[in-house]
């Protein structure tokens, strides 16, 4: 491992990258799975590494080819990267080991290979996202990660996937066009597309009118992709459609990765260079964040489907992170990202028990779930745990980050406490959504259903439960994922005086 | 004369509008895919054009001292996000396919009443 350990930036991406083609011709039953999982876990493995390289020595710098940095293509691993490194390799990982059967339940077997195939080229992307230090390389990961997407959520057999996922190719293409039209401005004006050194020649530029439209340009795409209120009218049903296991696996991730590229772009690159940028940033966003806090919450209180209940509340989730954002401080980034981490923790949780739920139950709808708990308690009581996480209970990881998030809006002073009102509130919506599912799940009259005789495999509830006592861990021991964040926010502000 | 000489950048603009038009305005969803390939041509050319250096030549070292070379990394970089496109075309005329195959229409209003039912 010596001689490799120094390539483990590149083996990140080229692990689940090089492995995806290969799947496509394992056509004995399993076998495909058996590959994908074991390139998910390597990738994990690989993550966790990084991470422990990042927390000791600082940010991992490789160069692809030893071609010199400017010139040649830089990979780059800091705090941000490795915390979200974490996240996708350990959502692929855990829905991919716990998901087998729901799997088998929802792709026939002789397309299983190609959706496996698609499934690491998506990891491959986003995880490709996240260790590119370009811009253009950034490009090219997103798109590959989000072909791959389109092709898992329209994997599954609910039909009405593929107009779901029509529209997300549409507004996803749209964005990242968006990105790519920034990107080429500040190519025009600096010359350059390696992120660290564009920072630094946009010092240079004469007229800052194009970088500040490229500015534009990139913030809006990436929040298409991100589905930042109002730009989020895709994920919902893309979610809601797509086969469980790549909902719990692209929930927890996806669009996370383009916050990541909307952060580090507007912190990292444009935050030192426009004048008053953090202020125009701060003015857009807070009140999109605020306004996706409470209408996602609002919609997931009377949404019938708990997947799609759990999507509305993922564009709430994303309006607390853009929240902490927005505050433009090192307070607030550390929440923001924290709560990355954390809500795809909760999210992840409970997408896999909802997948569990969808082998027993008669559907998704809430009244089809009617004493699921009864049937299904171990299961329920993952859903139940993540779901307080969600909602934000102390000793469970959505508390630490909320907390963390009100400290910052605090510092704002009397200009704090309507935005301390409005993470309140929307916490006690989810307490609403979250009790809604709770009620029918354990108090409802049970319905006497035929299709009860699948039991779930013991690993997938296994997997459900370690995803839920994660949930817990990171409630009472919050320090790894606080110093990443802490470190990424430090780095992200630091023209901050 | 100076907005005629910014002219590649009219085409860029009118393009991409053009292109965005069809994608908002338009219900059947082959013409929303042929508007997203309009849009995505119209940045293509943002790209090539910017690249082009008064008198510049193509990038070919011949020796000479005083030769003016066009920059090639945006054409490059463009190519790839022509295949990019390419991939994104394909995709979405296959999912149209299997839309066709399952509600029998691609009007999108058409669907969504399918849908509604």
Redesign the interface.
Known sequence: MSGLGQHLPALQVVVPMLVAPMVVLLRPRGLAWAASTAASVLAFVIAIELTLQVLGAGPVGYLMGSWPAPYGIELRVDALSALLLLVVTGASTVALVGGRQSLDAQIEADRQPYFFAAWLLALAGLSGILVAADAFNIFEFMEISSLASYVLIAGGPDRRALPSVFKYLIMGTIGATFYLIGVGLIYMMTGTLNLADMELRIHAVGDLTPILAAAGFITVGLALKAAIFPLHVWLPNAYTYAPHMATAFLAACSTKVSLYVLLRFDFFVFQGNLEGHDLQFAIYLMPLAVLGILVGSAVAMFERNIKRLLAFSSVAQIGYMMLGASLVSIAGLTAGILHIFNHALAKGTLFLAVASFAMVAAGLRLNELSGIARRMPWTFGAFVVAGLSLIGIPGTAGFVSKWYLIMAVMELGPAGVPLVAVILISSLMAVVYIWRIVEVACFAKTEEQGSSAIAVSPLMIVVTWLAALANIYFGLAPALPLTLSGDAAAELLRHLP | MELLGLYHYWVFAILLMTG?YA?VAKLN?FK?LIG?SL??AA?FL??IT?SKVDGGTAPIFSGAADAVFSNPL?QV?IL??IV?GI??TA??LG??V??KE??GSIE?DE??EI?RR
């Open positions: 965005f994608v969803l929303k997203l849009f995505q940045v943002l790209y910017m945006p970089l790839t996000a990019v991939s994104t995709l979405g999912i149209v299997r839309i399952e509600y999108e669907i969504q849908d």
